[in-house]
């Protein structure tokens, strides 16, 4: 039997960022309602490495959002303006891992990237 892969946005067959499935269901929102309005966007996280990692996310972008089997999860409304606002901002959308019941002060949000060491 295959292992069940976690959820995750797919950006172009080769980027894979695993993310809670409330977390995805948000970002999926903003990403797919900015690409339909040929709107591009920088996606911004940390992998699991510890890398700064950057996206510039297009209208041509393949993008897959890869949820948990049977999984709903609801939209916040606020939580999704708050992440379109940081996805119409220079810096763009930053994805931060948290915990799913943190709503209050971790909603990724447009935060300036960690300078490198």
Do not use: C, Y
């Not at 892969?5 to 903003?30: F, K």
């Not at 700064?52 to 999984?71: E, F």
Request: charged share 20%.
């Amino acid at each position: 039997m295959p292992e069940t892969a976690h959820p995750a946005l797919e950006i172009d067959g080769w980027m894979r960022i695993e993310l809670d499935d409330d977390v995805l269901a948000h970002v999926a929102l903003v990403v797919f309602s900015k690409l339909r309005r040929n709107e591009p966007l920088l996606v911004s996280w940390t992998d699991p490495e510890g890398s700064a990692m950057q996206a510039w996310v297009h209208p041509n972008s393949t993008i897959v959002a890869r949820h948990t089997p049977g999984v709903e999860s609801s939209i916040d409304r606020v939580r999704a303006e708050r992440m379109m606002v940081a996805a119409n901002s220079t810096p763009g959308l930053r994805l931060a891992r948290f915990a799913p019941d943190d709503r209050a002060g971790a909603i990724p949000a447009a935060q300036p990237m960690a300078p490198a060491a």
